[in-house]
Structures are given as C-alpha cells and as structure tokens.
C-alpha cells in the first residue's frame, strides 16, 4: 500500500457522472463527489457510501525493490486512545482555530497538544506512546448511530453564507519590540481588510458550494496573507524578536459552519466533553517592549504558554480523581498563582526601561471549561495559554465560537451517535523501495488525506478503506466486510521531503508522495520514513449492512468516506529519529 499522489480510488459511474458534469458545464460548482456534499447537512450517511468490499477491484500496487531500497519497518505502540483524548482541534491544518475541525479526532501520543501548543510545549509534554515517542497521531472518530435511518430531514444549505477562517495571528507573536509596533499593528489591520475582502468575495457562492470560486478566493488570499506575514516577521527579525513558524499561520479555510443554525448538536443530557482550562490572551495585551527587556519577556510568555499546557495535560491523567472540586482546587487554583508570579516578572522586565504596563495581573484568572450542553466559552477566553480565538489578525472579528462537543457521546452539529473505540491502532514508519531514508526534521508536519474533498475539490483525497485480509484493495466508501473480518482505515502520509522546511504555507507543499511502482521521490525531495496508520474496528455487520456507522465530518460533506484524513506532528528525538531511519535502511523489523 505504498503511498501515492495520484488518487487510488473506485472509480465507479457516480465520479464519471460528476467528471462528466464538470466537463459539460466548464465549472467546479457540485453536488457531490464520490460521497458527500449533497448540497445539504444530515447527521445520516448515504447508503450510496456503502461497499461489500469483495466488489472493491484490487488496487494497490507492490512496487519491486530495488538495490538501494530500504526494506525495513519500524513500529510504534501508542494505545487506541483509552485515555479518552478527543478534540475537534486542527492543530496542523487550522493552528490557532479551537474547534475548527467542527468534527471530533481520536489523539494518541502526545497529551498536551492543541490547536495552540508550541513546539516547546510538545516537546515537554507526555505521552501515551510505549516507547517515549512524543509524536501526535490524529483522525477524525468513527460512530455508530442506529437511528440515523429514522425519519432525518436533511437540512439544506439554502442561503447559508460561507466564510472564510484564518489563523489569529497577533497571539501567536513573541513580544513586539517597541521600535517596530507600530509597523507590524499596521500589517495586522492589513490582514483583517485581507480577510474581509475575501469574505466578500464568497457572497457569490451563498446556498451552493463552489470548488472553483473556493480555490480562488483562497489562493488569493494565501499569497497576501504570505506576503504581509513574511513583513511581520522581517519587521520583528530587525527588531531583534524573531517569530518562529509563522508559515503555518498563512493557511485559510472555507467553512459552512452556518449549517449549525438549523441543527441540534446533541441530546439535552449532561455534558461529557473533557475540561480544559481557558485563560485570558496576553500577547496580544502587551505595549511595545523595550530591545533590553525582549529576552525575559519572551521566556516568560513561552513559560504561560508551558503552564497551560501542563494544567489541560493533568485534566486528562486524572481525570474522574479527587472528586468535583478537584479540577479547580488543585490544578486551576495553583495554575493562577503561577500566572500571577510570570506576568509580574513580564511587568518587572518592562518596566525597567519603559512605563510599566498596569493591569496585567487581571490576566492571570483562568476557568475551568465544563460548560452546560449547549454552551459556549467567554468571548474574552477564546483560547488556551496566550492565544485568542478565532480570529485572525488584530480581532477576533466578532465570529461566532464555534460548537463544543455536547453530552456523554461528545456529540457536535450532525456528528452524532457512539464513538467506536479502535480494536487495534498499527503505527509504522516504512522505508523507500528504491533509496534509503534520511531522518524526518523534528517537529514535522503533515496531512494526508482531505478533509473537504467537496468544498476544496478531489485532489488531495485519498481511498483509504479496506476490511482484514484484503490488504489488496482500498476504497472511498466505507466497506461492508465478511463474517469475521473487521472494517479498517489504512492512511499513508507521504515519503519525501524538500530537506528544508517543517511546515509550508498550504500544509503541504514541503511534502510530497513517492510514485507509487517504484518509491522515486519527485526532483528535489527525498526519502524519509513513509509513516502507514492502519486503525481496524469491530463493528457489527448488521451496523454495516443497514449504513449506521461514519466517520466524523466537516457540515458540508455529510460523512463522506472520501473525507478521510490524518494529521501527524513528528516530536521524536533527533536520535530516535536517526534510529528509526537506520532500522529501515539496515532492512530490519524493530519498535
């Protein structure tokens, strides 16, 4: 199952009737593709999506090896999620944005990442790996919803609006140097008129979704978002405060988030969503800081950043301790003693050379966010440690928060039904059948899989659903399995890289896929460990025949099995790292 950039799917007469469509009326405006984006939200799937995987033809390719190839595989044992980590955070492809999946992840491996958690963070945090790895492994759930063949009216898009969400950008900065405030407070008013005149654009594809007008409103956009950001941080380099990966802030996504007006997330019961602590911003509340005070202003901001993360980190591995006056008496009182002592220390640094900034121990309060089903986070609390919500320059653009798992499913807008705890999770890193490997960067980042084949277009999905014993095949619709086999996902990420870069501006381009027949990286990339997750399922095939399990989904794709996706953020040491590629390039099996 080696990867591939070409998509290896069924090509079955509903994706000809849609080319064919395409072709007919010169434009990318659709109703679906393969699955999906029927032009409606429905907590349903479509029987449509459905396959006895026997009539799946054989697929996938058995590249031969050649004399360089490095034949080894290397296995990681991070659990099936028992420890209940479940987010509909982004944290690769919508950093900054909580909730911006708008659809539930299984997280294994590193416990204290999230939309917001720097590198720092991620290196310091536990994980639920055997072997010490740090790394992050994240896919949207699959639920079985034995009522979603009652009588559900879908709810079509109408005159839903959509619109376009980026990256907040003035609370992921270190702090400004006073010389230069004033410049970059001007390119973050730039980048909110960048964002409205986008949304503006998306007025013309109101109650309908356009693959077309997406893309070009968000190419546009990403090169001026690029640009402005690039002169940020050149602004705040020559100041003497240089950001770091501002690259992943650059991405903007189309979202048909109004498709919740008309929908209940969940049964009124009580809430079963995890805690999380939600603190104030501050980078963003900060004046100018003085070239002598950056340092220490800098280290302590990285330090709230730290203690946030390890307060949300203690809510998980305890979680169900010490009874209902735990969380606050032990982890969210202390974490406001520690804020109280690090934003003195950032007033003190200040003001040794400048006016000092008053007010800021009004910051150091945080909450525990155990909301009532339905409700919704302080508008002031947007986001975890110092960064806001979702907004994306200088404001949050007075948007609505978007929906919070409800009840004790963790239930969101369309997303409804029990979530299937995995039988067994298999993570491997593989090697190149035609050249050796070189390490992964530390800090990786990369996707596989789209999660909006219908918004965004095809080009990026990828077929990832097969049954036990036919490794042979895989499919974009779900599968209906024989007695005794078990419904799986095999995700493969892509094998080469550009040997420069950790992130780029779409999440993408500083990977790319090994031709799939002989493992040859594209001209100026090269091998790395080719990461497979392959997640099986016990599910009843009385649930598969009558089409009652799905995957999670974004509003506008309906489940679609195409829809399949997963994120991966590489904290491995460097010197796991460099044991892992030596393993694959020495041929060996190891973990």
């Known amino acids: 199952m080696a990867g591939s950039g070409k998509r290896r799917r069924v090509r079955g007469s509903r994706v000809v009737a849609v080319v064919a469509a395409v072709g007919a009326v010169g434009a990318l405006t659709v109703t679906f593709v393969s699955g999906g984006g029927r032009g409606s939200a429905s907590a349903e799937a479509n029987l449509n999506d459905f396959v006895p995987i026997e009539r799946v033809a054989a697929n996938v390719p058995t590249p ?4 360089n190839a490095s034949k080894g595989v290397f296995t990681v044992d991070c659990g099936t999620n028992r420890n209940g980590k479940f987010s509909p955070d982004n944290p690769v492809a919508q950093p900054g944005i909580r909730n911006g999946a708008e659809h539930l992840h299984d997280f294994v491996g590193n416990l204290a990442i999230d939309a917001n958690a720097p590198d720092a963070v991620l290196a310091a945090s536990g994980t639920t790996c055997r072997n010490g790895d740090r790394s992050s492994y994240f896919w949207p759930v699959v639920r079985i919803d034995k009522a979603v063949r009652a009588n559900l009216d879908p709810q079509a898009l109408g005159a839903v609006q959509p619109t376009v969400a980026c990256p907040r950008v003035a609370d992921r900065l ?18 909110d008129r960048q964002l409205a005149s986008a949304n503006a654009r998306m007025a013309a594809s109101r109650g309908r979704i356009d693959q077309r007008l997406n893309q070009s409103v968000i190419g546009a956009l990403r090169a001026e978002r690029a640009e402005t950001i690039n002169q940020i941080s050149r602004t705040m380099s020559g100041a003497g405060s240089r950001p770091r990966s501002l690259v992943s802030l650059v991405e903007c996504e189309v979202s048909y988030d109004g498709l919740h007006a008309t929908h209940s997330a969940a049964p009124a019961t009580a809430s079963g969503a995890s805690p999380g602590v939600r603190c104030p911003s501050v980078r963003d509340k900060l004046p100018g800081v003085p070239a002598s005070a950056l340092d220490e202003v800098n280290r302590n901001l990285d330090l709230l950043d730290q203690q946030i993360a390890e307060a949300n980190e203690r809510l998980v591995t305890t979680k169900g301790e010490g009874g209902p006056n735990f969380a606050l008496n032990a982890i969210v009182g202390p974490l406001q003693s520690k804020r109280v002592a690090t934003l003195d220390r950032i007033a003190i640094a200040i003001g040794r050379t400048a006016p000092r900034p008053q007010g800021l121990e009004a910051l150091a309060p945080c909450t525990l966010d155990e909301r009532p089903v339905g409700g919704q986070p302080d508008g002031n609390n947007g986001g975890n440690g110092n960064n806001g919500g979702n907004g994306n320059g200088n404001n949050n653009g007075g948007e609505k928060p978007l929906p919070e798992p409800q ?3 963790l239930e969101l807008p369309n997303n409804t039904g029990r979530i299937v705890q995995p039988s067994k999770v298999l993570i491997e890193y593989r090697g190149n059948p035609g050249a050796k490997v070189t390490a992964m960067p530390r800090f990786l980042r990369a996707l596989t899989g789209d999660a909006k084949p219908t918004s965004r277009g095809p080009a990026n999905a990828r077929a990832t659903w097969t049954c ?12 209906i399995c024989p007695d005794g086999s078990q419904v799986m996902r095999v995700q493969d990420f892509p094998g080469c890289w550009d040997g420069r870069n950790t992130d780029s501006e779409n999440h993408r381009a500083h990977l790319a896929f090994a031709d ?3 493992g040859a990286c594209p001209q100026g990339f090269v091998a790395i460990p080719q990461l497979r997750i392959s997640i099986s399922y016990d599910i009843p095939r009385s649930v598969q025949l009558r089409g009652q399990y799905a995957l999670d989904s974004f509003p506008e794709e309906n489940h679609n099995p195409f829809s399949d996706h997963n994120d991966f953020v590489n904290v491995n040491s460097e010197k796991q790292m460099r044991k892992i590629a030596a393993c694959l390039n020495e041929g060996h099996r190891c973990s």
């Open 64 to 67: 031969r090896l050649g004399p």
């Open 174 to 191: 270190p702090a400004v140097p006073a010389s230069a405030r004033d410049s970059v407070r001007r390119d973050l008013a730039a980048l």
């Open 407 to 409: 009840g004790p499913n």
């Open 468 to 479: 036990s014993g036919f490794a042979d095949r895989l499919s974009d619709r779900y599968p």
């Open 516 to 518: 799939p027949t002989t």
